[in-house]
């Protein structure tokens, strides 16, 4: 491959690849699922604001039909939304694993692409075509970052 099909420093940045597409989308359905066991959290709150107001007068010595009525509405929603906030949160937990998957599989795409290049501009070297003020110049911009991301890499 000739010197001058490699990238060249302050080139554009490659499309979004898939695996990055992977991680936003993750990230995006978690946020989503924070956002709505955060909503389910302040309506939780609300239904034991209400249960309280009207828990007295029900159990304590003025016995009331409608709040009697309404105290097992409340409690029946109590128990459907912690069903409901159970679910949720194994949501999250899922959506979780799969941001940490999506975030692994772009490292790996990353390194690969480096691992790419690197070849390119080994095979690059070898070429006669080459010269050699332009080389130093692709050596730096084809291994730039070689290696940043990589939990086993020692510099």
Known sequence: MPWHDLPQAGAPAPAVSAAAAGVKKAQ????????????????????????????????????????????????????????????????????????????????IEEQRDRARQAVELAQAMRSPESAPPKLSRLFAVGLSGFGRSQPNCTR
């Open 28 to 107: 995006h359905q978690l946020a989503s699922l924070r956002n709505k066991r955060q909503a389910a959290e302040q309506r939780r709150l609300d239904l034991e604001t209400e249960r309280e107001a009207i828990a007295l007068s029900v159990h304590g010595s003025g016995h009331h039909k409608e709040n009697r009525k309404r105290l097992d509405e409340i409690n029946l929603a109590v128990a459907t939304h912690s069903s409901e906030c159970a679910s949720i949160d194994g949501a999250i937990r899922a959506a979780a694993q799969e941001l940490a998957n999506a975030t692994a599989a772009e490292a």
